[in-house]
């Protein structure tokens, strides 16, 4: 494991990573407009740049795994490597410490940024804030676990690209256009992104299809056993 | 021309490529039926096509037809001439505290002159009136809007065969003809008389969770007529009234209604008379549920087109065999663009009429749509899914590497229409994403016309955008060949 | 230490495709073995079971007496060349022999080593996306050398190579081959192999349709090439 490490490690920073800076500047950058504008929820507004991020963050993650397979690379790697889950178990200790730096940095400089742009935004010490800031840190993780997972199963970078990106954000959208609120609260529930970014909202939690932790606990189910089927596609698949 | 045929030969001999083409087809039909499927109208113990819905109008569309009516017979021409002496009205609990019920009026709340072709709801009428803020105007047939000089307090409407002429003065002596309009088919007797309605006070915040609520308060107006031209005997109607939805305050405080005294008419009302909206009920674009899950697909593929030649090699080869690099990438793109066209324009033309006949045949009611809208929408939802392909693909040529181009192509097109629509984004904001971004083009959705003569919010989360249908377009047109350009450029200075 | 390469009973299929079909050999260390067949005999896929790239359906493949996926550092026991293209064209040809080091535990210092081995020294910085097919073959046999392996096996070295190159790869695998190590090479053209093998595999439809020493054969058919005509015969069409 200590090798498989040094070597993805050494893979890592041998090639220009975009991923990390672009995760910060597009959550920060959507936070802080957002935060201008102001809304009903502050802190919910604070964080907005969740949205944009959680993409950047489902990227990395697919162009990590998947972009092996994309290059050829993956041959050289489990040639070198033949213990597949030991390389898997590598490259995502290192993406997710990689996306944690990210989102801490993201969600954290978010937050300041709401404090000082919104009115009555919450005292950084408030539950609320602190469990939505936290559960934006979980989230990211979640979903570069998901695009992992997608990417395993997958391999061609760009269709888990489309794949991981359709998940997060159709979702949203295609609820709109379904008029039977049965329908639609059930989608809201059961799909990574609705349920597990209400875990950003602090206000008015009553009317939420689902709630913050249980909606994180969706995303979480998601990214587990995609990653899990991703796993175990790995160790079975001819590279 | 060779090159199209070499590119087009490419992409149809790529199995992967059509199967998403015409994936991308299956899915807009797909949810388009099951969207169809889902909608159960029921209100009450009634269900489907027993609930109310909105009156029609001489146009075929939707309309408000609520209003308190003072009305007389005229058979053949006449004018009547009236002077509205004072104007007043309650609003119940308005922002920013929702507290009380004050006094004041909604901006277009209206008093006036009428002539109708009977008092059936969505009945042909032209009107000349005051409005609460926006002075004098001369309203027909619901959609259309004329204003006249502000101050003016008397007005006059005559009649002369199927024209109709408004005219307003200050002082009673000096008239001003603010618009003479034809109503075809106007019957030799009609209902002519006075009027005044009331719109709800509507205002829209951003939803603690996303998208908007909208709000609408009950309000309603009293005018006062005197120095009415018109003698005989009055018949009041409340047109359009619903006894069943009436509020607290018209059953124990005021109640519409009429009184006469000393030659002074006294008329209370409330309601409106005007284009009705998406409150009024779904309309069919809500069928094109498929088109963002489609636009996906068509992102993917658009950029595989571009990258997998990179990634291979192929482009050497390309180029080898059409040295113009320039006009290969613009071909592709032409290729790329006109295949997306076509095998969306057969989706949309299918899913649009079928699913209509889905929702209908199960006893929804959907408001009713002019056949050119429905052809916008079926035409321009099939250039916004090409204009996407052209845009994604141009990404991908300047990147050359699918993922980032996958990514971005999203960022652009999809994540700015589900932040301007589902996010926690005020109207504000919403709508400059839909005027700047290439998601712009989702203007060719909006079913309804906003009417400036209608005190609504039209947000871009009930499907109003800030563009219209074409300019919505030309901006997704504008982001796609700029990108292209650069990518052109780039080829043309970079190696293969 | 020596190190034989022992194959038996491979089967393989894809889907309905049979691609191994009970191939059987051995190539002992001290002389180059020649793998020989047409396109689509099965060499490839008997090069990737060996490395654990493929899941055989039955069989083994064994290297020094161990199943490759099993061995701790495996470059240090099998160097590798499958398919020079396997590499991430953003990243330098150091870069890549770098993190494959790190993978068994190697230092950089092992990389100079066989750069300069190579000859691939001066243009090693460079992005490898940017070299021709024969630098990355150049690339790749530096790559299997990396951990000094007592057996190799290379498909198809001398695709894209130039004159000088196919003579400097012969006489590699000549002086590689004569320091005792095992070297299975395949080849689709017998006169690339007609100096260098000692001993010739010839394989067709996923099976061995003769295995012998160069001697052998020339002796049986007057030479290697006549004894590829002949005992390929009928085995060359397309499937």
């Known amino acids: 494991m200590r090798a498989a490490l040094h070597a993805e490690w050494t893979k890592l920073i041998t090639v220009p990573i975009y991923y990390p800076a672009l995760i910060v500047l597009l959550t920060v950058g959507l936070s802080v407009t957002a935060s201008v504008f102001g809304g009903e929820d502050p802190v919910q507004v604070s964080l907005l740049g969740v949205q944009l991020g959680q993409a950047v963050v489902a990227a990395w993650a697919v162009q990590l795994l998947a972009g092996e397979f994309g290059t050829g690379l993956a041959l050289a790697t489990f040639t070198a490597l033949p213990r597949r889950l030991t390389v898997l178990a590598a490259k995502t200790a290192l993406l997710l410490t ?127 056993v995609t990653f899990g089927i991703g796993a175990a596609v790995i160790c079975a698949r001819d590279v | 021309m060779t090159m199209l045929r070499a590119e087009w030969t490419k992409l149809r001999s790529a199995t992967g490529w059509l199967a998403g083409l015409i994936g991308a087809a299956a899915v807009i039909l797909g949810l388009g039926v099951l969207a169809a499927f889902g909608v159960t109208t029921s209100c009450g113990e009634q269900e489907g096509a027993d609930c109310p819905h909105p009156p029609t109008g001489p146009s075929g569309q939707a309309v408000n037809d609520h209003f308190s009516f003072v009305h007389q017979p005229l058979t053949g021409d006449g004018t009547i001439t009236a002077h509205v002496a004072d104007f007043t009205g309650i609003i119940t609990y308005p922002p920013p505290d929702h507290d009380q ?115 609408a308060r009950f309000t309603q107006a009293t005018a006062v007529f005197d120095q009415v031209s018109a003698t ?190 589902t996010s926690v984004l005020p109207t504000t904001a919403a709508q400059w994403l839909m005027r700047v971004t290439p998601a712009a083009a989702f203007a060719v959705q909006q079913a309804l016309p906003a009417y400036p003569q209608v005190g609504k919010p039209y947000t871009p989360t009930d499907g109003y955008f800030p563009l219209p249908p074409w300019a919505g377009l030309l901006v997704l047109a504008a982001w796609a060949a700029a990108i292209l350009a650069f990518a052109v450029i780039r080829t043309r200075r970079a190696d293969a | 230490m020596t190190e034989t390469i022992e194959v038996s009973g491979l089967h393989k299929r894809f889907g309905a495709t049979v691609a191994l079909d009970g191939m059987t050999f051995t190539a002992p260390p001290g002389t180059v073995t020649g793998f020989v067949g047409p396109n689509g005999a099965g060499k490839s896929t008997t090069m990737r079971v060996i490395l654990g790239l493929d899941r055989a359906t039955g069989g083994t493949a064994l290297v020094g007496g161990h199943r490759y996926p099993d061995l701790d550092r495996p470059l240090t026991h099998l160097g ?94 000549r002086d590689l081959a004569a320091e005792g190590r095992t070297v299975l090479v395949s080849s689709h053209l017998m006169a690339e192999l007609q100096d260098i093998a000692g001993h010739v595999v010839f394989v067709g439809r996923g099976r061995v349709l003769r295995a012998a020493t160069k001697d052998s054969l020339t002796a049986e058919f007057g030479s290697l090439e006549a004894a590829y005509l002949e005992l390929t015969r009928g085995e060359g069409a397309l499937r």
Do not use: C
């Open chain 2, 232 to 421: 005989g005997s009055w018949t009041y109607d409340n047109v359009g009234d619903e006894p069943a939805m009436q509020t607290d305050w018209e059953q124990f405080h005021q109640a519409e209604g009429f009184t006469t005294a000393d030659g002074r008419l006294t008329v209370t009302g409330t309601g409106d008379i005007a284009p009705a909206g998406q409150e009024g009920g779904p309309t069919i674009t809500f069928t094109l549920a498929g088109l963002i899950a489609a636009l996906l697909i068509v992102i993917v593929v658009a950029v595989l087109f571009i990258t997998a030649e990179y990634r291979r090699g192929l482009i050497r080869t390309t180029l080898a065999a059409m040295p113009h690099r320039g006009r290969v990438l613009t071909a592709k793109a032409a290729v790329i663009g006109a295949a997306v066209f076509v095998a969306g324009l057969v989706a949309t033309a299918v899913t649009l009429p079928l699913a209509g006949h889905v929702l209908r045949a199960r006893g929804n009611f959907l408001l009713p749509v002019p056949t050119g809208t429905l052809l916008r929408i079926i035409v321009g939802s099939a250039v916004l899914l090409a204009l996407t392909a052209v845009l994604a693909y141009a990404i991908g040529a300047v990147l050359r590497r699918g993922v980032p181009a996958v990514a971005l192509a999203i960022l652009a097109v999809i994540v700015p229409y589900l932040l301007a629509t």
């Open chain 3, 80 to 173: 590798a060349l499958i398919d020079a293209n396997a590499l991430h064209p953003g990243r330098s040809g150091r870069n890549h022999l770098l993190w494959m080091a790190h993978s068994q535990g190697l230092g950089a210092g092992r990389v100079d080593r066989v750069l300069e081995m190579t000859g691939m020294r001066t243009v090693a910085r460079r992005r490898a996306g940017g070299y021709s097919l024969g630098m990355r073959q150049r690339l790749g046999i530096s790559a299997a050398m990396l951990g000094d392996p007592p057996a190799l096996m290379l498909d198809e070295p001398f695709n894209g190579l130039d004159p000088e190159g196919i003579v400097w790869m012969r006489s590699l695998l």
């Open chain 1, 98 to 224: 990689g996306v944690l730096g990210a989102a801490l940095l993201s969600v954290g400089a978010s937050v300041l940024a709401g404090r000082a742009l919104i009115g009555d935004y919450p005292a950084l010490s408030s539950g609320p804030l602190l469990r939505a800031a936290g559960g934006a840190v979980l989230y990211l993780l979640a979903i570069a676990l998901l695009g992992l997972g997608v990417a395993a199963v997958l391999r061609s970078p760009v269709a888990a690209t489309g794949t991981i990106l359709g998940l997060l954000y159709l979702a949203p959208v295609i609820i709109d256009f379904f008029h039977n609120p049965d329908w639609q609260r059930a989608i809201f529930r059961s799909m990574p992104s609705t349920a597990g970014l209400t875990v950003l909202s602090t206000v008015d939690l009553a009317s939420l299809p689902v709630q913050p932790w249980p909606g994180l606990g969706v995303a979480a189910t998601w990214a587990f």
């Open chain 2, 101 to 215: 019920i004050v006094e004041g009026l909604v901006p277009w709340a209206k008093a006036g002159l009428i002539v109708k072709d009977g008092t059936k709801p969505g009945s042909a009428y032209a009107s000349v009136l005051v409005t609460g803020a926006h002075g004098t105007r001369m309203q027909h047939n619901f959609t259309e809007d004329h204003s006249g000089p502000a101050a003016a307090r008397w007005l006059r409407l005559s009649r002369s065969g199927e024209t109709i002429r408004g005219y307003a003065s200050a002082d009673a002596v000096d008239w001003t003809e603010i618009q003479s309009v034809r109503l075809p088919g106007l019957p030799q007797t009609v209902q002519i008389g006075l009027f005044v309605a009331s719109p709800s006070n509507v205002t829209a915040k951003a939803g603690a969770h996303g998208g908007s609520i909208v709000q």
